[in-house]
């Protein structure tokens, strides 16, 4: 071939590279894809045929190069140009404003000290070693002084750029920073392993460790990891710098991920502020991470106050409260729900975990006690992350001593004794009695009168609870037949109370009718599914006739849960429900036909909601988008009217773009809302 050919090859092969390079900073870095996915595919695959012709080409920072073919051996040892430190951690505004205080004392300053504040991400240190600009290295931190060389896999996050774009970086730069997994990355991979039996990791930040340490970088690039970069170690010709925020801004211009919390802020109290308002978005953040690093900004600062033993002065962590603790089950019962579904809870020795006191902890279900192995008297890691229920993790059987007892579940349910049911291959047992369990109807009655269902205020868990003990209620319809007299009698209620309560019952007759099939408490059947079914049937005796085929042509309705509707109204004992419910007045009322199709801010509108919203989970903008009239579908089509797109939005908001659909966000939505 023509010497003229194979220059347009090389010239072919190194811009089909910088094109991958770029739309894949796009994605994993910049969080923005450029390109919908198959466009990505189509290109490297372009790539690959050429490599694989032209052999002669291939260089180890091409985008095919991320995954090597065989595993390694063993891992060698890295020795660190310079030791990978570790910070000192407080946990209170006090000992906050004690370091700040001993910043002032040793820099002979009032001034303001500013801080480079930024999360600390619950994953693990590494260090990579970029040579004239290629990544020739990457190590764990090890003991901090010696690491592991884990090249083969930090190769293979999508993140990591082979190569850094831009200029004048310099000649050898060593970029530090936290490998770590998405939650959303680690709920899918734990979620598959249980799907194949396989173990499960504990946390995101073991799941990053174990597939760092994987020696076949094939496994790891499967495994869904990222990183951010949050320092720079040795570095050799170039200048740097002279601010821990500008060094990050260059880094990030070099083409490596930076968080996007960083913050420079002046004093204590911003450090303060600025702690408060990353717990907040804690939950909704992408990442775990268990508090936040504030680190003197100017680095002559940093020089002048050094280091002590292995943290330096100039930095701290100001962490959270532990979301993880170990205690002692002292004993397991079961408690039954609303759909008879048997939860084992074990009762703990109190713990202080995340904020609060915890004595109680799900173990969600007996496949998960099996798969975990827990027995009473284990100790256990327990876990309470945000508002999400307490929850034992696993057991510490190094520590068994032999006269741990195996979790049994019981036979007959232990409220009502009737037969406990667990269908082979489904992981939730379930309490046979129906109705007739105590437990089943104080939660169904719960459930009844919650806020989001027939909102009787007042009526809350524990008066419902009250009520069904002293036999004055057993089913929904008993609490449109309770007296005042009856009321005014109960431990803590007096007379005003009593009234209120009885106003509030009454205001509750007339129920908009998806409120009502929602109170019904039909197995899957929530908020969204009720509006569908309400918008579709005139009244409850109409879907009591609907078919199983019919009910599948509804939008979101699919064979499951069109079999839970069927199922629920070929019991009679709640077709009695319903119609002594209408015997004491409770008259659901269907949306009109104006509400339903004319007057609503949405009505006629299709929505797809797509990425992580940040005022709103998915299931309530799509709850308020069919309030005001919208339909909610699945998947993006010439169809769609509007795609409400949140952080992190991926294919379907390129797909979106490219059929010309209007993209909404949040804030345009609530003004909607608000019309
Ligand atoms: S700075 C000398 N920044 O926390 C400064 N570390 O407890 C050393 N970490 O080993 C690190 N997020 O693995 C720094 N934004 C952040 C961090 C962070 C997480 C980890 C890192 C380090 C450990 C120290």
Redesign the pocket.
Known sequence: MPSRDHKGIAKKIAQLRDQLRQHAHSYYVLDTPSVPDAEYDRLFRELQQLEAEYPKYITADSPTQRVGAEPLAGFSQVKHGLPM???DNVFSDEDLIAFDKRIHDRLKTDDDIEYAA????DG??VSMIYQNGQLLQAAT?GDGTTGEDVTHNVKTIQAVPLCLSGKNYPALLEVRG?VYMPKKGFAALNAKARKLGEKTFVNPRNAAAGSLRQLDPRIAAQRPLAMYC??VGVHEGGDLPETHTAMLKQLALWGLPVCAELKLVSGVAACIKYYQSIQQKRDKLAYDIDGV?YKVNAFNLQQQLGFVARA?RW?V?HKFPAQEELTIILDVEFQVGRTGALTPVARLEPVFVGGVTVSNATLHNMDEVERKDIRVGDRVIVRRAGDVIPEVVSAVIAERSGREKKIQLPKKCPVCQSTVERIEGEAVARCSGGLYCKAQRTEAIKHFASRKAMDIDGLGEKLVEQLVEAQLVSTVADIYRLRLDELAGLERMGIKSAENLLTAIDRSRQPALARYIYALGIREVGEATALNLAAEYPDVAALARASLDELQRISDIGPIVAQHIVNFFAQAHNREVIAALAEVGVVPQAPTITSRQQNLPLSGKTFVITGTLSTMTRDEAKLRLQQAGAKVTGSVSAKTDYLLAGENAGSKLTKAEKLGVEIMTEDTLERVFRQ
């Open positions: 430190l570790s910070l930024e999360p600390k991400l693990l240190a931190r936290e949050y320092s690093v330096p930095a962590a």
